[in-house]
Structures are given as structure tokens and as C-alpha cells.
């Protein structure tokens, strides 16, 4: 950063890249003028119980993704790609189908980035839990 300005930067980063601006404002203070670290991954920093329970969440949730790369794996061997793919995308709720009654800008009217998303989320989660077809 010293290469591109004299001045402090603002810096943010998220998981990993939250540990990296951690450890640039510890060994080079003098070039963050700000930092937001979001959610960095430091376990290290969780006693007893709280520390177990995140290894274990970690854990399965890398067995998870083993699973179902096989599971992916073994759909495009027998179905071809777009198909294995199209059951993947499902499974993340990327093909969903979902469409909101109303424009998004509408929900989203005079509430801040974050309430407007929180919004449609729950929105969205309400429809689908109550079995109603949003097109």
C-alpha cells in the first residue's frame, strides 16, 4: 500500500481477508486509517465450549461439502452436467423461481441497506414457508 499512497486507507475485509487487515493494522498501523473486519476467522479468540462448537461446525460443514461434491460428481456422471448442475443450484436455491409481488425498490422504500435485504429475505421466507407462489 506504501507503493500506491501516502495516505491511511480505508480497509475492509471479510473472513480470511479480515485476519489479513487485522494483521496490517497491527505491523503497519500508520497506513490504516480505518479498518472493518468482518467476521474473521480466529478461533483462537473462543473459550472452551464456544471454541469446541465452532471446530465442530467446521468440521461438519466441511463433511457437508464433501458430500455433496461427491453427490454432484456422481449426478454428472449419470445425468450430464446441466442437469447435475440444475439439482446443485437448487439444492443453494439459485433456480428457485422465486419472483416478489411487488418491484423490490418498493420493499425496500426509506430503510437502510441492510433492513432492505433483511426485508426481502423475510418476505421471501414467509412465502415459502407458507406455500404461496410469488411470480
Same mark, same amino acid.
Request: proline share 4%; charged share 25%; glycine share 6%.
Given at each position: 500500500?506504501?507503493?500506491?499512497?501516502?495516505? *491511511?486507507?480505508?480497509?475492509?475485509?471479510?473472513?480470511?481477508?479480515?485476519?489479513?487487515?487485522? &494483521? =496490517?493494522?497491527?505491523?503497519? *498501523?500508520?497506513?490504516?486509517?480505518?479498518?472493518?473486519?468482518?467476521? *474473521?476467522?480466529? !478461533?483462537? =479468540? =473462543?473459550?472452551? &465450549?464456544?471454541? #469446541?462448537? #465452532?471446530?465442530?461446525?467446521?468440521? &461438519? =460443514? @466441511?463433511?457437508?461439502?464433501?458430500?455433496?461434491? @461427491?453427490?454432484?460428481?456422481?449426478?454428472?456422471?449419470?445425468?450430464?452436467?446441466? %442437469? #447435475?448442475?440444475? @439439482?446443485?443450484?437448487?439444492? !443453494?436455491?439459485?433456480? %428457485?423461481?422465486?419472483?416478489?409481488?411487488?418491484?423490490?425498490? &418498493?420493499?425496500?422504500?426509506?430503510?437502510?441497506?441492510?433492513?432492505?435485504?433483511?426485508?426481502?429475505?423475510?418476505?421471501?421466507?414467509?412465502?415459502?414457508?407458507?406455500?404461496? %407462489?410469488?411470480?
Amino acid at each position: 500500500m506504501a507503493k500506491l499512497t501516502d495516505e *491511511p486507507a480505508y480497509v475492509f475485509g471479510s473472513s480470511s481477508g479480515a485476519c489479513i487487515g487485522l &494483521d =496490517l493494522s497491527i505491523r503497519h *498501523p500508520e497506513q490504516v486509517r480505518v479498518l472493518i473486519p468482518h467476521e *474473521p476467522i480466529l !478461533l483462537q =479468540l =473462543l473459550f472452551g &465450549d464456544e471454541q #469446541a462448537q #465452532a471446530r465442530q461446525s467446521l468440521k &461438519d =460443514l @466441511k463433511e457437508n461439502i464433501r458430500r455433496e461434491l @461427491k453427490d454432484l460428481e456422481e449426478n454428472i456422471r449419470r445425468e450430464g452436467v446441466l %442437469s #447435475a448442475f440444475m @439439482k446443485f443450484s437448487s439444492k !443453494l436455491g439459485m433456480n %428457485s423461481g422465486y419472483r416478489s409481488a411487488q418491484p423490490i425498490e &418498493d420493499l425496500m422504500e426509506g430503510s437502510s441497506p441492510i433492513s432492505r435485504i433483511s426485508s426481502h429475505l423475510k418476505y421471501r421466507e414467509y412465502a415459502a414457508t407458507h406455500g404461496i %407462489s410469488i411470480r
